[in-house]
């Protein structure tokens, strides 16, 4: 199973920009999509963003247009670039590998490895 470490997390200004990334190590060869989740306190795990192998990705409505998600040619690092923060962006976001299901959704059971998480605080 594949181990994933976030890292970018921090404070930030609301309109400002944050860069996560993950690192993944272990077995990810089967491997079929990868994605950035976040959480509040209270409410259930949200899907940000989803990428395939090939590139193509799926975005959550409250973040088209600001986040962009990336991967580097194999399933060593996962990216996501957030652009005009919103103090609703405020989470902890985590990075999450699907091995198991050929399915390209922003559902948190689809996928069996997870991060620790890293913290996004947007003030405004």
């Known amino acids: 199973q594949a181990r994933l470490v976030e890292s970018g997390g921090g404070p930030v200004q609301a309109g400002g920009s944050l860069r996560l990334s993950c690192a993944v190590s272990?077995?990810?060869?089967?491997?079929?999509?990868m994605g950035w989740f976040r959480q509040v306190p209270g409410k259930e795990r949200e899907g940000v963003a989803t990428i395939l192998a090939g590139g193509s990705s799926r975005y959550a409505d409250s973040v088209k247009g600001r986040f962009t998600i990336s991967k580097d040619s194999r399933w060593n690092a996962l990216y996501l670039q957030m652009n005009s923060l919103k103090p609703e962006d405020t989470a902890m976001y985590y990075c999450a590998a699907n091995t198991r299901r050929t399915l390209f959704r922003l559902l948190a059971e689809d996928y069996d490895s997870w991060g620790q998480g890293t913290q996004v605080t947007v003030s405004s």
């Open positions: 272990g077995d990810n060869d089967r491997t079929f999509s």
